[in-house]
T-cell receptor, first 115, second 113 residues
Framework: NAGVTQTPKFRVLKTGQSMTLLCAQD?????MYWYRQDPGMGLRLIHY???????AKGEVPDGYNVSRLKKQNFLLGLESAAPSQTSVYFC??????????????FGQGTRLTVV | GNSVTQMEGPVTLSEEAFLTINCTYT??????LFWYVQYPGEGLQLLLK?????DKGSNKGFEATYRKETTSFHLEKGSVQVSDSAVYFC????????????FGKGTHLIIQP
């Protein structure tokens, strides 16, 4: 059982380039999330989705776009990368029926460096 | 809004020492509380959770009790090992749960042999 899988694991971008991070989960979870982790800042929510075809903004959405065309996949896009987007990105998913008691399952992370 | 405050590290202990990592929270309603652990180069793993007041979560020798009166969820372990070295995150989830978890900034724990 793979759980939550993120692709790629590492990437270096030049300022202004674009890229898409892919998250796939095989647990049939309705809810999916993208977080970024920065030193001394913990994890901050970028965008989230409560189901196929739906997305919503989190705490730090600027500079990112997302899409959830299939239930198992959640894509995070950077249209024009900036050095401030250098971070480790984590995707997570959780089961909606458990509501506020549900744990989130995390991927292994993507380390992105923008130069 | 929701927020989580936890002691910032690094926290350095000797093997077999007693561990406490403090966590307090602010939330609307009655949240669920979580401790996650992140080993070097890996994603976050759930360590334990508690979903209502006075619940005690426990796993791998770690414990935390949901204290509504003090809005706290402190993590404890009686005897730490070198393998416990990691970053520990306190988190909460409230409301319908759709908008994810709110995390503290993390506490880096270093256990020396």
């Amino acid at each position: 059982n793979a759980g939550v899988t993120q692709t790629p694991k590492f990437r270096v971008l030049k300022t202004g380039q674009s890229m898409t991070l892919l998250c796939a989960q095989d647990m049939n979870h309705e809810y999916m999330y993208w977080y970024r982790q920065d030193p001394g800042m913990g994890l901050r929510l970028i965008h989230y989705s409560v189901g196929e075809g739906t997305t919503a903004k989190g705490e730090v959405p600027d500079g990112y776009n997302v899409s959830r065309l299939k239930k198992q996949n959640f894509l995070l896009g950077l249209e024009s990368a900036a050095p401030s987007q250098t971070s480790v990105y984590f995707c997570a998913s959780s089961y909606s029926k458990a509501g506020w008691t549900a744990e989130a399952f995390f991927g292994q992370g993507t380390r992105l460096t923008v130069v | 809004g929701n927020s989580v405050t936890q002691m910032e590290g690094p926290v350095t202990l000797s093997e077999e020492a007693f561990l406490t990592i403090n966590c307090t929270y602010t939330a609307t309603g009655y949240p669920s509380l979580f401790w996650y652990v992140q080993y070097p180069g890996e994603g976050l793993q759930l360590l334990l959770k508690a979903t209502k007041a006075d619940d005690k979560g426990s796993n791998k020798g770690f414990e935390a009790t949901y204290r509504k009166e003090t809005t706290s969820f402190h993590l404890e372990k009686g005897s730490v090992q070198v393998s416990d070295s990691a970053v520990y995150f306190c988190a909460l989830r409230s409301g319908g749960g759709a908008d994810g978890l709110t995390f503290g900034k993390g506490t880096h724990l270093i256990i020396q042999p």
